[in-house]
């Protein structure tokens, strides 16, 4: 099967920066599409942004958007998340996921992703 392993979170302060990492196995990280999902304690995975496998279309929800960027390098089989202006609300363990039957278009729904990485911790204080 697909395997995920991020890395890069950590503990910041507000206004802060970090960049995540997701390193997908494979041969055909390519041919993915990709999302990055968070989870609060008590809350629900929420989709974050997301990417189509060639790199030319991102989403974002609102609340980052011009904060966060993902993009991707499919010679490495990459997928990254540059979070600048963190703010505590940001606070969440991050998810890589991969969208195995997809493309060229972006979904924001948890259920249509395919596999998932263990998640990387990021900490905001004010």
């Known amino acids: 099967q697909v395997e995920l392993v991020e890395s890069g979170g950590g503990l910041v302060q507000a206004g802060d920066s970090l960049r995540l990492s997701c390193i997908v196995s494979?041969?055909?990280?390519?041919?993915?599409?990709m999302g990055w999902f968070r989870q609060a304690p008590g809350k629900d995975r929420e989709f974050v942004v997301g990417i189509t496998c060639s790199g030319g279309s991102t989403y974002s929800r609102d609340s980052v958007k011009g904060r966060f960027t993902i993009s991707r390098d499919n010679a490495k089989n990459a997928v990254y998340l540059q979070m600048n202006s963190l703010k505590p609300e940001d606070t969440a363990v991050y998810y890589c996921?991969?969208?195995?039957?997809?493309?060229?278009?972006?979904?924001?729904?948890?259920?249509?992703?395919?596999?998932w990485g263990q998640g990387t911790q990021v900490t905001v204080s004010s």
């Open positions: 996921a991969v969208r195995g039957r997809s493309c060229s278009y972006i979904t924001t729904t948890r259920e249509n992703y395919d596999y």
């Open positions: 494979g041969r055909t990280f390519s041919s993915y599409s």
